[in-house]
């Protein structure tokens, strides 16, 4: 009979003594790597879907242009041609802890900012165009997108670093060698802000 009890015993308590150890492992930060790399591709996508609106942005923009300058048919091409370059590279996911890849992306995107600059600071030479209602809220709709992508860059640099620390520094790293090993640091945005921004155009 003291043995059935004290099986019993044993048996009530062992709920108990999981959800301790369960308490115990999140306070030993074992759900932080799970949780920092949900908030770096959040981030991610966000980064994304500012690239995204930008480019939907560009071909109204290359038309009005069109309509007031054809004679820069060659930055019109090479915005065009970087546009499409840049939206041409499939992207997800996996894309942020493949350094190729994610190099790749940075690139196209930068070659797109340096055209897509060039095409605005052309416009200064067109005053009809600089007057054109049309071109106006499309180059002020360019610009308030470049300071959304700033930010959006801004806050995955920030989340990944979060993240990447985790994978490197303790406790992170006992639960990244066991329990997340298929986890890998992700990669961030090496080419500076200034490179990446559109020209500031002054519209009299």
Not at 21 to 48: Q, R
Not at 131 to 142: C, E, G, H, T, V
Not at 173 to 188: E, F
């Amino acid at each position: 009979m003291p043995m059935i009890l004290a099986v019993a015993r044993r048996r009530l308590l062992l709920p108990f003594a999981l959800l301790a150890l369960a308490f115990g492992l999140a306070g030993c930060g074992v759900n932080n790597i799970p949780t920092n790399e949900e908030k770096a591709k959040a981030a991610w996508s966000d980064v994304l879907n500012q690239y995204q609106r930008r480019a939907e942005l560009i071909p109204n923009l290359v038309e009005t242009v069109k309509g007031y300058a054809q004679q820069e048919k060659d930055v019109l091409t090479q915005v065009t041609e970087a546009r499409a370059n840049a939206t041409s590279i499939k992207v997800d996911a996996s894309t942020v802890t493949d350094p190729e890849a994610f190099q790749k992306f940075q690139n196209a995107q930068a070659q797109l900012s340096g055209a897509l600059g060039r095409l605005i600071a052309v416009s200064e030479a067109y005053p009809d165009l600089k007057s054109n209602q049309n071109f106006l809220a499309l180059q002020a709709q360019i610009e308030g997108t470049e300071n959304r992508i700033a930010v959006a860059r801004r806050d995955y640099i920030e989340a990944v670093r979060v993240y990447n620390t985790e994978l490197r520094t303790f406790p992170g790293v006992l639960w990244a060698s066991t329990l997340y090993r298929g986890n890998q640091p992700m990669q961030t945005f090496t080419i500076s802000e200034e490179q990446m921004k559109v020209p500031q155009v002054k519209f009299n």
